[in-house]
Every structure is written in C-alpha cells, then in structure tokens.
C-alpha cells in the first residue's frame, strides 16, 4: 500500500524568507500523481501544485516550487519570498496513474507553517 | 459558478444519534470522495463513488454508508455516532480521469458529545 509522510509538524519562517517543506512517500508504481495542498484556517483545501511523476522537469507555480527526487522518493515543496498569507497547513498527497476512474488521493498527516512578520 | 456544497458546516449531536452530513455539487462529476480529517492522520478517506449506484469502502468506512442516487449528491450517514467519529469531514468531486483535479467543499465540523 502507498503510503505518505510528511516528518515537520510545524515549521515556521520569516516573512520573505524561504522555506521548505518535506515529503517522503513509499510506492511500488512508476507512473503516479503527487500533489501540495495548502489549508489556511478557512478549512478550505487549496492545490498549490501538481506534479507528473514521469516529467523530471519540477513543477514551478509563482513562489512555490517542488524539489522531486523519484528514486529517493522525495517530494518537497520550497516557498519563496514567503508572505502572512502563506501560513497554513499543507499536505503533500499521492495518486496512482493510470488508474481508470480512480482519482483516490493518499494524504500525509501534514505540516502547520507560520509566517512571522 | 459550478460548485461543490457540504452542509452543515457545523453540527453537534449525541453518541448513538444518526447523523447525515450531506454533500451537494453542480460540476457534473462522475467520482465523488468522502474524507475525514484529524490532527495527525492528515485526510483519510471514508468511502468514495465512481458514478450514480456505485460505493465503494475507504481505508476507514466503519461505522459510516453513503449512497450515490444522482450525479450530484452523496451524502455520509453515521449510523450510530460515537465519540471516535468527532471530526472534520471532507467532501470532494472530480471528472473521470488520471489527470482531473479534486474539487474540495469546506468542511463539516462534527463534534459527538
């Protein structure tokens, strides 16, 4: 069964800092989704970024960016020129591909990031 | 705007209560998801439904049912609540497809006094 891990709890940073953020996952597939949500205190869940397992190229979305190592099974995701808005919970997830219909996301347990003016 | 609507967004009930926690969206999507939240489990997922009829068991779907009688609804029965199920409850439509984005609602807190 895949599984994901996200070892920070809680992390913080300075305002216009950088940060990263850890995730390991355990899997026997080589085609699969990984994913980085974020969830401010609204409860709402946001998708920050997507990435493809077989691209190797890593996936960049204006200040944030993944560090994606697929035989270290790494997945991490860096927060630049971080801002308050920024503070959150994120949560990296996991999705097999091809899968048919299945859109099933396996998420880590997630980490509480503060952003400190 | 299609949309993806869980209602209530906050509900207090007693052990031993059913409780239904209804989920409601206007994308049109086929695959439906159900997740619950807490403090060091992340998401997990309840049950989940490819398609009207059609439900299948997550990786805790115990003490909890859906069922799929249109596109646009699933809802989550807690046949007999218990303290346990006191949660944060999620959830979540996408299109069919390896390459469709999850549509999240906002949540139901539900606690179980």
């Known amino acids: 069964a895949q599984t994901v891990t996200q070892s920070q709890p809680e992390m913080s940073v300075q305002e216009a800092e950088t940060v990263t953020l850890s995730c390991t996952y355990d899997?026997?597939?080589?085609?699969?989704?990984l994913f980085w949500y974020k969830q401010p205190p609204s409860r709402q869940m946001i998708l920050v970024i997507r990435?493809?397992?077989?691209?190797?190229q890593n996936a960049t979305e204006n200040r944030f960016s993944v560090n994606f190592q697929k035989a270290a099974k790494s997945f991490s995701l860096k927060i630049s020129d971080s801002q308050l808005g920024d503070a959150a919970m994120y949560f990296c997830a996991y999705r097999r591909a091809p899968s048919g219909a299945t859109n099933k996301l396996i998420f880590g347990t997630g980490t509480l990031l503060a952003v400190q003016p | 705007d299609a949309e993806i609507t869980q209602s209530p967004r906050h509900k207090i009930t007693e052990t031993g209560r059913q409780v239904t926690l209804a989920c409601h969206q206007t994308?049109?999507?086929?695959?439906m998801f159900w997740y619950r939240q807490d403090l060091g489990h992340g998401l997990r997922l309840i049950h989940y439904s490819y398609g009207v009829q059609d439900t299948n068991k997550g990786e805790v779907s115990d003490g909890y049912s859906v069922s799929r009688s249109n596109t646009e609804d699933l809802p989550l029965t807690l046949e007999s609540a218990a303290s346990s199920q006191t949660s944060v409850y999620f959830c979540?439509?996408?299109?069919?497809?390896?390459?469709?984005?999850?549509?999240f609602g906002n949540g139901t807190r539900l606690t179980v006094t």
């Open positions: 899997t026997s597939e080589s085609d699969y989704y």
């Open positions: 994308w049109n999507h086929n695959n």
């Open positions: 979540a439509s996408s299109e069919k497809g390896n390459n469709s984005p999850l549509h």
């Open positions: 990435q493809e397992a077989y691209k190797q």
